[in-house]
């Protein structure tokens, strides 16, 4: 029995894999680095193979440990599947709602209501390049974000529902010039050194939609900014750069800021839902059923005549 993977050397090593860092992995885990350094090497012992690239700067995977990351996900995820089976545990629903009360938020917490007795869990993934690997991994069931905005990764196995057509919106230093307009039309930030990759919306498919809506608008976007999330620390950021930052009309409210729609033309971001074809779920029903009250409701779905949206969802969304 010399050969067994151990599975808890496996969680050990999916943890740095994702992380890409021991100490995170280590605080995620809740052990002492040390020891999981020592884990990860009594697996490479086991499996006969360097699985990370060691430096001073970086943790990489190796062609082998990219190799065992799938099927250590897999593994992992059965494994977990079976002891809910057979503790009569009811199976939980894994849901990247992107950021807390976004749009996805608000369609979690209406199914929730739907269904109170599926155990949804909420994730915070902040975009499609990070959910992905992780839904086709079967480490999370549903996610959301811009489906025709992804490049690069295949969409096999994946079904998708459009869930809402969002208003672009502008926050902005309660200071600032423009913050006494009830709505900024899009020329009026030109040269006004727009930020559009702050806030718990902003992604890789998010940066494509604003990029396109600078094109179409003639603007220069920004020089890049680090990425910021949460609010206290989208206050903080607002304040010190006291410059526009585009965000989405579900924005929560950031102190000493104010959001006001965007216009000229009323820029739209396309929401979609995205799950495995091979989810079997109550939870997923909940979900769906929510999105088209929602919809229906708040006229998610609309489009004002002077709307703009990127390509392709302009000549695909009526």
């Known amino acids: 029995m010399a050969e067994d993977l151990d599975l808890r050397l496996l969680r050990c090593f999916v943890a740095v894999a994702e992380e890409l860092h021991f100490s995170r992995a280590a605080e995620r885990l809740f052990v002492a680095q040390q020891a999981l350094s020592r884990d990860v090497r009594r697996l490479e012992d086991r499996v006969g193979a360097s699985l990370f690239e060691r430096t001073t700067r ?62 949804f869990f909420a994730r915070f993934h902040g975009g499609l390049e990070t959910a992905l690997p992780l839904l086709t991994a079967h480490r999370l069931d549903v996610t959301f974000g811009r489906w025709n905005g992804l490049t690069g990764r295949t969409t096999e196995g994946l079904e998708h529902q459009l869930v809402r057509l969002e208003r672009i919106a502008v926050l902005l230093p309660d200071r600032h010039p423009l913050a006494g307009r009830a709505a900024v039309p899009l020329a009026a930030l030109r040269g006004a050194d727009a930020c559009w990759q702050c806030g718990d919306h902003a992604s890789p498919e998010w940066g494509r939609v604003v990029e396109q809506l600078f094109a179409a608008s003639g603007a220069d976007p920004a020089p890049p900014r680090p990425n910021v999330r949460g609010i206290d620390e ?47 779920h109550p939870g997923l029903q909940a979900l769906r059923e929510s999105v088209r009250e929602l919809a229906a409701a708040d006229r998610w779905l609309e489009r004002p005549e002077d709307a703009w949206l990127p390509e392709p969802e302009a000549g695909l969304i009526n």
Do not use: N
């Open 234 to 280: 989208l206050a903080y950021h607002v304040q010190q750069w006291d410059v526009p930052v585009l965000t989405i009309s579900s924005q929560p409210e950031v102190p000493g800021a104010v959001i006001r729609p965007l216009v000229e033309p009323v820029a739209l971001y396309p929401w979609s839902m995205i799950w495995r074809k091979d989810l079997r």
């Open 58 to 119: 970086r943790v990489a995977l190796t062609p082998a440990g990219e190799r065992l990351l799938t099927r250590a996900r897999q593994l992992l995820a059965l494994h977990d599947e079976i002891l809910r089976e057979l503790r009569g545990e009811g199976t939980p629903m894994l849901v990247d709602v992107v950021g807390e009360r976004l749009t996805p938020a608000r369609v979690l917490a209406t199914a929730r209501e739907r269904a109170p007795g599926v155990p």
